[in-house]
């Protein structure tokens, strides 16, 4: 079995800065995309930010320039720095990992962390 575990989202103020976490356990012989959802109500999930095993990373056209995603291979853990937050931010993040595990390909995802950006 594969586990992802989610921390750091929270409430902050427009123009503020958050960086969530997302470490996964378990049954792993290989990491290959990692990636970062949000879902605000009403709306349907969408990509965020993702980045590969080689390091390429892909943004979402409205958190270019403001967030950066990252991960460290060592302890299978993905970061998504958010800067300049604005209340459009405002959603549940998901982690989403793509994994070999013995025997089989899974992609799981992560329980999910609110972030509400308010004043």
């Known amino acids: 079995q594969v586990q992802l575990v989610e921390s750091g989202g929270g409430l902050v103020q427009p123009g503020g800065s958050l960086r969530l976490s997302c470490a996964v356990s378990g049954s792993i012989i290989r990491v290959l995309v990692m990636g970062w959802y949000r879902q605000a109500p009403g709306k349907e999930r969408e990509l965020v930010a993702s980045?590969?095993?080689?390091?390429?990373?892909n943004y979402a056209d409205s958190v270019k320039g403001r967030f950066t995603i990252s991960r460290d291979y060592a302890k299978n853990t993905v970061y998504l720095q958010m800067n300049s937050l604005n209340p459009e931010d405002t959603a549940v993040y998901y982690c989403?990992?793509?994994?070999?595990?013995?025997?089989?390909?899974?992609?799981?995802w992560g329980q999910g962390t609110q972030v509400t950006v308010s004043s």
């Open positions: 989403n990992t793509e994994i070999l595990t013995p025997g089989r390909w899974v992609r799981p």
């Open positions: 980045i590969t095993s080689g390091g390429s990373t």
